[in-house]
């Protein structure tokens, strides 16, 4: 009964994760359709239509890089609180290996929270050199 209790435990959260997956894939199906369907009002209420307005209407609104950089703030707060976890645990258990396992997935999390950073200094680079004026 051990076993079947560990598996079901384990169906759950893969089905959560899938059904997050499916959910953000979902939402942003559901966003760009009404993007689109804002344009096409746009078009057949016979008003002008130039590249501003389909720019301001597709775009993201400027959130990518600001997500990244909160995800990245938020992940970066994480890796020593996991670390501490690990600490509290080895003192509680007097296992040593608690400790040097969760530093481990500290340092993994305090990796990703970099990766985000970085991420979003290239988002933010790259919509910045895309905006410049080009010289004559």
């Given at each position: ?5 560990f598996g079901?435990?384990?169906f759950?959260?893969?089905?959560f994760?899938?059904?997050c ?25 016979g ?15 400027g ?10 703030y938020?992940?970066?707060s ?11 645990l080895k ?26 950073l970085?991420?979003?200094?290239v988002?933010?680079?790259g919509?910045a050199?895309?905006?410049?004026t080009?010289?004559?």
């Amino acid at each position: 009964m051990e076993g079947f209790g560990f598996g079901l435990a384990a169906f759950a959260f893969w089905g959560f994760i899938a059904s997050c997956v499916i959910g953000g894939i979902w939402y942003a199906i559901r966003e760009k359709e009404t993007q689109h369907e804002t344009l096409r009002r746009i078009i057949e209420s016979g008003r002008d239509v130039d590249a501003a307005v389909i720019d301001r209407i597709m775009s993201d609104g400027g959130k990518s890089e600001d997500d990244l950089k909160v995800g990245g703030y938020i992940t970066l707060s994480v890796a020593p609180g996991l670390a501490l976890l690990g600490y509290v645990l080895k003192v509680a258990t007097d296992n040593d290996q608690v400790f040097i396992i969760l530093l481990g997935v500290g340092g993994l999390v305090l990796f990703i929270a970099t990766g985000l950073l970085v991420a979003a200094k290239v988002v933010e680079r790259g919509k910045a050199s895309s905006n410049e004026t080009p010289m004559l």
